[in-house]
Nanobody, 123 residues
Framework: QVQLVESGGGLVQAGGSLRLSCAAS????????MGWFRQAPGKEREFVAK????????YAADSVKGRFAMSRDDAKNTVYLQMNSLKPEDTAVYYC????????????????WGQGTQVTVSS
């Protein structure tokens, strides 16, 4: 069992930056691939980025490549999402999630979810 708590969301102007954090409790955090997803009103939940267990390889959605970077600190049981050059279309609730799967980026592969944190980007 893994419990996840996100923080760091807020209101920012277009072009600004935010860093989201996701603190995990439970066992074997380092053996989970961690992902960030987002969901805007009226839209489906979409993949943003993930970082694998083991070597910590990162993958990002095309819509955020070059602007968002994900990292993990297994000693602190925490993952981060650094978001730069934010755009109004990045506005959504951002969720942290955990899976044992190494390859899957589909939200249905993720077993544990945080409560979400709101990110709002004004134009």
């Amino acid at each position: 069992q893994v419990q996840l708590v996100e923080s760091g969301g807020g209101l920012v102007q277009a072009g600004g930056s935010l860093r989201l954090s996701c603190a995990a409790s439970g066992r074997a955090f380092s053996s989970y691939t961690m992902g960030w997803f987002r969901q805007a009103p009226g839209k489906e939940r979409e993949f943003v980025a993930k970082i694998t267990w083991g070597g910590g390889t990162t993958y990002a959605a095309d819509s955020v490549k070059g602007r968002f970077a994900m990292s993990r600190d297994d000693a602190k049981n925490t993952v981060y999402l650094q978001m730069n050059s934010l755009k109004p279309e990045d506005t959504a609730v951002y969720y942290c999630a955990a899976t044992r799967s190494y390859y899957c980026s589909d939200y249905r592969c993720y077993d544990y979810w945080g409560q979400g944190t709101q990110v709002t980007v004004s134009s």
